[in-house]
């Protein structure tokens, strides 16, 4: 069998192409960036033919590198940001739209409109998700109340739509318009239930169903379809795995067990919990619930999902904004040279508070100043700010799933700040680790298509390729942990309803 498995690795701003061995070992990589379009205040787009373009590049580029040919390569698994939409023309294969990226809130007041019919309740019951812009749905919505002639077209059936992994797929192959449960969840159009697109959900966003892909397992040895010869790769090769990129980390990360957590540290924080094949819906704390995985015909695994807005964005803002890092790994160093906080608190609800908060009105702060703080400790509860959030949301998932969290699998560029990681391990009273290969999101489609071709055997096996970088263990007495969540919460209650 050929040595290698190829992930495609599609990011909000660049792509990658990550080469893996058997072991699960990075053999070559390549990444290029793609622009953002902000073409009115909240809208945000990107060009599929520049995605797809770059795709190629890396594709070749990482290949060269690792000096190898499509037959090397077993299998092609796909990782995305996910909830991004594309429509494209069925027959020419153009995209009729910019694809309008999850960050988009052009479709705010559809949201609203639904929210007021008391439809989202239903939606919630359904999906596992709240009725918000941030998912695919209501940007179709948008397209076809704003651009009528593409309501015409869709209902003739002459257009495509899918998420960015399902626009990667038909382009790889000849036109194969698949996209897998994980990516399907986070549109609001699928039931959890039954892993399909849902009538009354089509019926309330107004999607023709004709135009969506089919829903396939995430990992799946009926192959999604193979290269093309004449696309990137010059070969054929089979492409059966695709993730979520969230999702994708979460596999990556082998969180295969109930109760398994892992948490991205990058501009944001996401946090998952494996909450086994049973779907649970949140009702008090906004937790959505998602689809995890699923490998071949076996049940699906769900997900608990909790976000962070700001989170190593916080530190890119003491940098770009108030100057005091040169840069982000700086922080980590100025942190450590103050014993504590000095007493000052930071909560960066710059644009509300997500998880378990969910407060719109909310805004930043900066609580407990005296002549007696300086730089350092500024920065210091900054990055404790990060932790004190997580903590939230782990909190809340502990609640809502019965279950204790005793390790926390972490990853993503914020998490290589080792002061940041045995904080997080002091204010959660848990052990925080971080694994050897930080690419967890390729690493997790990569796992995906290799299971599809027997590549890998099982998840054990894959469980097996877990290696440890760096471990944290809480330090900080029960004492002073209680007191610190509990300074935290009342920062939080100064930060509350500020913003009309
Ligand atoms: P994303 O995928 O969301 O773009 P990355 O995983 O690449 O994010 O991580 C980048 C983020 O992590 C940036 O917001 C940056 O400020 C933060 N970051 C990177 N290195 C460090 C560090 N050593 N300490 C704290 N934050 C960091």
Not at 226 to 237: D, N
Not at 285 to 300: E, I
Not at 332 to 355: C, H, M, R, T, W
Not at 418 to 437: C, E, H, W, Y
């Amino acid at each position: 069998m050929s040595g290698f498995v190829g992930a495609i690795d599609a990011g909000t701003t660049s792509v990658r192409f990550v080469i893996f061995d058997h072991g699960g070992d990075v053999v070559a990589f390549a990444q290029k960036e793609h622009k953002q379009h902000y073409p009115q205040q909240g809208w945000v787009e990107h060009d599929p033919i520049e995605i797809w373009q770059n795709i190629c590049i890396v594709i070749k580029s990482a290949m060269e590198k690792a000096g190898v040919t499509a037959k090397d390569l077993a299998a092609i698994g796909v990782t995305n940001q996910r909830e991004t939409i594309v429509l494209w023309d069925k027959m020419t294969g153009v995209p009729v739209h910019p694809a309008i990226v999850w960050q988009d809130t052009r479709s705010d007041k559809i949201c609203s409109r639904i929210e007021s019919e008391g439809l989202h309740h239903k939606i919630k019951e359904k999906t596992g998700l709240p009725t918000r812009t941030y998912f695919s749905a209501s940007k179709l919505t948008w397209l076809f109340e704003n651009i009528p002639e593409l309501k015409v077209r869709a209902e003739k059936g002459e257009l495509l739509a899918g998420t960015i992994d399902s626009w990667l797929i038909w382009n790889l192959t000849e036109g194969k318009h698949i996209t897998d449960v994980t990516n399907a969840s986070r549109t609001l159009l699928m039931s959890l239930e039954s892993l399909k697109w849902d009538d009354e959900l089509l019926g309330i966003f107004k999607v023709p169903r004709q135009i969506l892909p089919e829903i396939r397992p995430s990992s799946d040895p009926q192959i999604y379809g193979m290269t093309k010869k004449s696309g990137p790769f010059a070969g054929e090769i089979p492409v059966c795995g695709d993730l979520g990129d969230q999702q994708a980390a979460l596999v990556g990360q082998t969180c295969f067990n109930v109760g398994d957590c892992k948490n991205t540290y990058g501009t944001g924080c996401f946090l998952l919990m494996n909450i086994g094949s049973h779907i649970k819906l949140d009702r008090t704390s906004g937790m959505l619930t998602t689809v995890a995985y699923q490998f071949a015909d076996n049940p699906p695994q769900f997900a608990f999902e909790g976000a962070v807005a700001f989170a190593g964005a916080a530190v890119q803002w003491l940098r770009d904004n108030m100057r005091l890092i040169k840069s982000a790994a700086e922080s980590e160093i100025l942190a450590q040279q103050v014993s504590d906080n000095g007493g000052s608190y930071f909560v960066p609800a710059f644009s509300g508070l997500f998880a378990p908060h969910w407060q719109s009105s909310a805004r930043g702060v900066w609580v407990g100043l005296t002549s007696y703080i300086k730089r350092e400790h500024l920065v210091r509860s900054v990055l404790e700010s990060i932790c004190f959030q997580t903590v939230d949301v782990v909190r809340a998932m502990e609640k809502e799933s019965h279950t204790d969290l005793s390790l926390l699998k972490v990853d993503g560029g914020a998490s290589a700040n080792n002061f940041l990681m045995q904080t997080q391990a002091d204010l959660l009273g848990s052990r925080v680790v971080r694994p050897k290969i930080l690419e967890t999101t390729s690493l997790g489609a990569a796992y995906a298509a290799g299971l599809a071709v027997g590549f890998w055997s099982n998840t054990d096996e894959l469980k097996k390729h877990w290696q440890e970088d760096a471990r944290f263990s809480p330090r900080i007495s029960e004492d002073t942990r209680n007191s610190m969540n509990s300074r935290w919460q009342i920062a939080i209650s100064k930060s509350l309803n500020w913003a009309d």
